[in-house]
């Protein structure tokens, strides 16, 4: 158990739909992560908040956004859906951000999108 | 622009034998690698890095890995396989200056054990 916590763990849903993805990091930690694995991309980096602000952004699209509240989880939310937007979403979450840590992952959101 | 690139999307080996995992890098500027490993329906777990100092790497499970700048590469290797070996693992990068926080994933190689 790597004591970060994702919800749901499985979401069906058609296109066009909005759909909000949560996570809860490992006590004590600031940083969160968010990654999208899917079978041709791979594994993209998203986007990573540190204490509440937005640090990074990768690979993500206009209709996708995330926020990190006080008590330090986050959320994803995924809007306009398209068939396309199916994967597995991962939230990682390490200690302070710096470029050594190591990533602690929950075990990831499985979106279907019909 | 920095990548990973793992050799071999699926790998077999017998139970008992040498596991090798190819991973090579592109990077301008010396980086932080990484192997994770994901077992079915999992999230990833973090098998051993490279920051800096000794270039030969022991990680968990009996696993290591070999920073060689000279030919950019990672390979992660164990002496043994086991069953439990079976799982996808991925090979990853970051810069190792301020402000990089993102990390970068090769598209992971399957491993599977033959008993």
């Known amino acids: 158990d790597s004591g970060v916590t994702q919800t749901p763990k499985h979401l069906i849903t058609a296109t066009g739909q909005r759909v909000t993805l949560r996570c809860s990091p490992r006590?004590?930690?600031?940083?969160v992560y968010w990654y999208q694995q899917s079978l041709d991309q791979g594994l993209q980096f998203l986007i990573h908040y540190y204490n509440g602000e937005e640090r990074a952004k990768g690979n993500i699209l206009e209709r996708f956004s995330a926020q990190q509240f006080p008590d330090l989880h986050s959320e994803l939310n995924l809007s306009s859906l398209e068939l396309g937007d199916s994967a597995l979403y991962f939230c990682?979450?390490?200690?302070?951000?710096?470029?050594?840590?190591?990533?602690?992952f929950g075990s990831g959101t499985q979106l279907s999108v019909l | 622009a920095q990548s990973v690139t793992q050799l071999g999307s699926h790998v077999s080996v017998s139970e008992g034998a040498l596991v090798l995992l190819r991973c090579n890098y592109s990077s301008s500027v010396p980086p932080y690698l990484f192997w994770y490993v994901q077992y079915p329906n999992q999230g990833l777990q973090l098998l051993l890095k490279y920051t800096t100092g000794a270039t030969l790497v022991k990680g968990i499970n009996g696993f290591e890995a070999e920073f060689k700048k000279s030919e950019t590469s990672f390979h992660l290797t164990k002496p043994s396989a086991h069953m439990s070996d079976a799982a996808e693992y991925f090979c990853a990068m970051r810069y190792s200056g301020a402000g990089s926080y993102q990390l970068t994933f090769g598209k992971g190689t399957k491993l599977s054990v033959i008993p």
């Open positions: 006590s004590g930690d600031l940083s």
């Open positions: 990682a979450s390490s200690p302070w951000g710096g470029s050594d840590e190591k990533l602690f």
